[in-house]
């Protein structure tokens, strides 16, 4: 029954299938599996003479007298008098006019006086207390469906175009009523009891039509708990999976490569980044193949351990890429790389979407007959044609930027091949849990000798553009960010390239101000980026797309323009750019917060440099969808789970997981072969994660 499609429900047919085909819904498990996104709590409103907290408003009551009336040039007006027992306010309906039917047709049948009704909208205050009510929906006392609707939690559903939150809530009640008693139950009886979750059933009523917030939570409880369950169970089982196979090839260091490469550095490693090193090459010389995650903050030097790790590819006969999400940063890596390689028999290239054709064609006819070994690239590296013979690492920086499947696009490259993903947003443990569980964790916690750490404060523009003339004075450099790049957007964001040419003829004239934005050709991109790395533009005026790749040790103040709209994650990214030099450096944020969230993010800059506290805070803020992207998020089949604040439950399902799978490493008991089926539908089929074929 599950199965079947929705199209054969009372009022759906084919037109609106095809609308909810739209948002994935096609069955009635579909259906089922359409969660609320919110809940109101639509039960009377209390006092009329008062506010409400959310601005709703519910009343009941009978309509005393109504009609229609012109309101403007186009609009019309159905106003009702109401009187709810204790009180009479106004009811108002607001339509277009039409010159071929009568708009307010229906309603002069429903809200004739004397019709009893309920009534849902926001309320406009008068002298003493709400006297106008702007109605969202009504319905009739005699309707057996007013129910569903009123007097109650309701549920709020994501829409699309041509559906209704009224005609979803009917759906998912008829779909309840025909299959909810029998819905599959994937957890075993005994898991239930242990955690005390409600059955499938009576969570799915839960979830869509609470009786009260107590269940609504237990509902919520049950479905969160069911996907983070999932979720382990696949990461366990692909670690499992990656350890039981062996790789075929094998790491000595031989240090012909590595030996020439630490003297080229110039500097000493941190003990944090020698004791990375080391755990990079362990996996390395293991014969499964490696997954680990290497988290460290901005400037906190990871570059340095993934070409370690590349060069012992190298030196041991392999070929390596490094993947970044922008061309300026795989241009940043190729440079840093080429500097660290000077002398060093090993041959690298660039390969980014503005490579010229000819060009492109050659380096990638190199790369398939094994004359490259190292290629730094962007997701061009992705694309079929790019292929390795020897490819034995892979490197992914900035890995939120980049999806599961990409992930696994990489590795289809070359079979068995050992990855390093890499993120200067640190990730909270819990997040980290649930996102990579089939990784290994290195964590950079120590920052190189001689860095300055930016002062961070909030400021006027005018003390922020004295501090860029001040670093100009004295031979420095500074950037100043935009959150746009040009105007057109809300009228209070300032755009870069509006701002360049204001800038340059007024507060720093004189200065050699530079412009780049994303909508640059590469090659632009590059040649701007060249100019100010060599010190020929005192001031680079910018978008985020210099939040990553970008280091300039004689760039020392950072302006970062409407500063209360980037996210926390960007902001520490963008103070990131300066103090890699080891003269003092100053992050201006500029912008007035306007509201509690953009202040509690200003105010967190300015309290920590800490990479580590700022991730965790921005997964308060953010949620975890945007947090980690939410391509990404979405490729998890989390629907109810909520990561931030679901940490214990995935304690819990961890645990689980892991008892479930110790005592039944195929989960073939015929207990928990739902939960099998489940598990295959959601992440073998999705990316060949695990294999319980």
Not at 660 to 680: H, K, M, S
Request: with cysteine; net charge positive; aromatic share 6%.
């Amino acid at each position: 029954m599950a199965e079947e499609s929705i199209q054969f429900l009372k009022g759906v047919g084919p037109g609106r299938a095809e609308i909810f085909a739209r948002v994935g819904v096609r069955t009635l498990d579909d259906l089922l599996g359409y969660y609320p996104r919110d809940w109101q709590d639509r039960r009377p409103t209390a006092d009329l003479s008062l506010p409400t907290a959310t601005g709703l408003v519910v009343v009941r009551g009978k309509v005393v007298k109504s009609g229609a009336f012109p309101a403007g040039a186009s609009l019309s007006l159905f106003r009702a008098q109401i009187a709810t027992g204790t009180e009479t306010l106004t009811a108002l309906w607001f339509k277009h006019r039409s010159r071929r039917f009568d708009v307010f047709a229906q309603l002069k049948r429903d809200v004739s006086p004397g019709a009893d009704l309920w009534l849902v909208g926001r309320g406009e205050a008068g002298i003493s207390g709400i006297s106008e009510l702007h109605v969202d929906e009504y319905y009739r006392l005699d309707d057996p469906r007013a129910p569903l609707h009123v007097d109650r939690l309701v549920p709020i559903y994501p829409l699309t175009e041509g559906l209704s939150q009224r005609f979803v809530r009917e759906l998912v009640h008829q779909a309840l009523l025909k299959a909810a008693a029998g819905a599959a139950e994937i957890l075993p009886r005994a898991l239930r009891d242990k955690r005390q979750l409600l059955s499938a059933g009576q969570a799915l009523k839960g979830i869509h039509f609470p009786g009260s917030q107590a269940e609504l939570s237990e509902a919520r409880n049950r479905l969160a708990y069911e996907e983070l369950l999932l979720l382990e169970l696949a990461w366990i089982l692909k670690r499992r999976q990656t350890r039981s196979v062996s790789k075929g090839h094998r790491y000595e260091i031989k240090r012909t490569l590595l030996s020439p490469f630490r003297e080229n550095l110039g500097f000493e490693l941190t003990g944090a980044q020698k004791r990375v090193i080391n755990e990079v090459f362990s996996d390395l010389q293991k014969p499964y193949p490696m997954t680990r995650l290497l988290q460290g903050d901005v400037g906190s030097g990871k570059t340095v351990v993934a070409l370690a790790a590349l060069l012992l590819a190298v030196e041991n006969g392999g070929q390596g890429v490094l993947m970044a999400p922008t061309e300026i940063l795989a241009e940043q890596h190729f440079q840093t790389l080429s500097r660290a390689l000077k002398g060093l028999p090993v041959r690298a290239a660039v390969l980014t979407s503005r490579v010229p054709a000819r060009e492109r064609k050659s380096l990638v006819a190199a790369a398939a007959a094994g004359e490259l070994d190292v290629v730094v690239g962007t997701h061009a590296l992705l694309e079929g044609d790019v292929t390795f013979p020897r490819l034995r690492l892979a490197v992914i920086d900035e890995q939120h930027r980049f999806g599961v499947r990409q992930r696994a696009t990489l590795r289809q490259k070359s079979e068995l091949l050992d990855l390093l993903i890499m993120t200067a947003t640190p990730i909270p443990r819990t997040l980290a849990l649930a996102l990579y569980g089939e990784l290994d964790t290195s964590t950079i916690d120590e920052m190189p000798p001689g860095k300055a750490r930016a002062r961070t404060l909030q400021a006027a523009e005018a003390q922020a553009l004295d501090a860029v003339r001040r670093a100009a004075g004295l031979g420095r450099q500074a950037f100043i960010v935009y959150p746009v790049i040009e105007e057109g957007g809300p009228a209070d964001l300032q755009s870069a390239k509006v701002e360049h040419a204001r800038l340059s003829e007024t507060e720093l004239r004189g200065l050699r101000v530079g412009l780049i934005h994303g909508a640059l050709p590469g090659r632009q991109k590059a040649a701007v980026m060249s100019q100010f790395a060599q010190g020929r533009l005192d001031v680079l005026v910018a978008t985020q797309v210099i939040e990553v790749g970008i280091d300039v040790p004689n760039a020392t103040v950072m302006v970062i323009q409407n500063a209360d709209r980037f996210g926390l994650a960007s902001l520490h990214q963008l103070r990131g750019r300066i103090g890699r030099g080891s003269a003092e450096a100053e992050c201006y944020l500029v912008g007035e917060a306007r509201s509690p969230q953009a202040r509690q993010r200003l105010d967190i800059m300015t309290a920590t440099h800490d990479g580590f506290r700022i991730g965790e805070e921005d997964l308060k803020l953010r949620g975890p969808g945007e947090f980690v992207g939410t391509a990404q998020h979405g490729e998890l089949s989390l629907r109810v789970a909520d990561l931030a604040r679901d940490a214990a439950l995935l304690a819990q399902a961890r645990q689980d997981a892991e008892e479930l799978l110790a005592g039944d490493a195929r989960l073939q008991a015929p207990e928990l072969r739902a939960l099998r089926g489940r598990l295959v539908s959601l992440y073998q089929r999705q990316w060949n994660w695990i294999d319980l074929a």
